[in-house]
């Protein structure tokens, strides 16, 4: 029998490019910058349009993050009671969920597109919490006003992950951690909600500041960064035995849940850095903490 000698050069060829790309694929993998895990307070939707010492943080903080694959947004303002989704659309509409604001406001939009790719492995990574696909939500203000000052661009995939309301603080914090292996594939994971939400209980004449016009919206906020700073995710999770004022700070949690997906996706070796501390309209804290 004849040895065709050019075959079997060409297929050990073949078989050792295959071998390379398989090499390079790895390398790939093993060099995409692992982001951090962030928690955003978003406050009023007027911080979109507004040049305050809030949103020039967000945009110094957007420029030290440097550039992710997609951002994985978890926003106060997609609740899905009894089930969790995972927007899965290649071009998520802009959402202007809010009444009583300028037409600037309306005017506004955030053209990123979507990341189906990365939407997909957040189902895989939540198939314990029985999570869905959606086609039917697209970027409220919770993830647009914050990302028009932090990626102006709108040049990074964004898609966001629901929060399911009719369950409590170890859920939320069960699902942060679920998403955090998306961190390692150049995912930023990003809460989007306020420490402090009463609206009821907001000063519209107050001066933003350090310092809030409320004393149980400081110490409120106060405990809760003491409780970051010791990485008490128990202390988190149960949130109204964390202060007196707890019950006035968070009369209801849509906007405190984000912040335990963010915690979540922390790892227990990552401090808490806190990027921005203030207050807004008094009451509302504009806490913004990063890890990793």
Not at 99 to 118: C, H, I, T, V, W
Not at 179 to 203: E, K
Request: proline fraction near 5%; include cysteine; charge should be positive.
């Amino acid at each position: 029998m004849q040895i065709n000698r050019r075959k079997i050069v060409n297929a050990t060829l073949s078989t050792a490019l295959v071998g390379l790309g398989d090499l390079a694929g790895a390398a790939s993998e093993k060099s995409v910058k692992r982001m951090p895990s962030i928690f955003v307070a978003h406050g009023s939707p007027m911080n979109a349009i507004q040049d305050n010492d809030f949103t020039r943080a967000l945009q110094r903080w957007g420029q030290e993050l440097g550039r992710p694959k997609a951002i994985l947004v978890v926003s106060a303002h997609w609740l899905t009671p009894n089930e969790t989704r995972v927007a899965v659309q290649a071009q998520p509409q802009t959402i202007h969920d809010f009444g009583g604001f300028p037409q600037a406001l309306f005017d506004m939009q955030y053209p990123a597109a979507g990341s189906p790719e990365f939407a997909k492995l957040a189902l895989k990574a939540l198939v314990a919490q029985a999570a869905k696909p959606s086609t039917d939500w697209g970027l409220d203000h919770g993830a647009w006003s914050v990302l028009h000052h932090m990626f102006p661009k709108a040049d990074v995939p964004v898609f966001q992950v629901s929060i399911d309301y009719a369950k409590g603080g170890a859920h939320h914090l069960a699902v942060g951690r679920a998403l955090a292996a998306l961190r390692d594939r150049g995912v930023l994971v990003l809460g989007s909600g306020n420490v402090t939400h009463n609206l009821r209980a907001i000063d519209f004449d107050a001066a933003a500041g350090l310092a809030a016009s409320r004393p149980w919206a400081q110490t409120f906020d106060a405990a809760v960064k003491a409780a970051l700073l010791a990485n008490d995710t128990a202390a988190l999770t149960n949130y109204l035995a964390l202060d007196p004022g707890a019950k006035m700070a968070v009369p209801s949690p849509d906007h405190y849940w984000p912040l335990l997906y963010a915690v979540g996706a922390a790892s227990a070796s990552e401090k808490a850095r806190f990027v921005y501390e203030g207050f807004q309209a008094g009451t509302l804290s504009m806490r913004c903490v990063q890890w990793g």
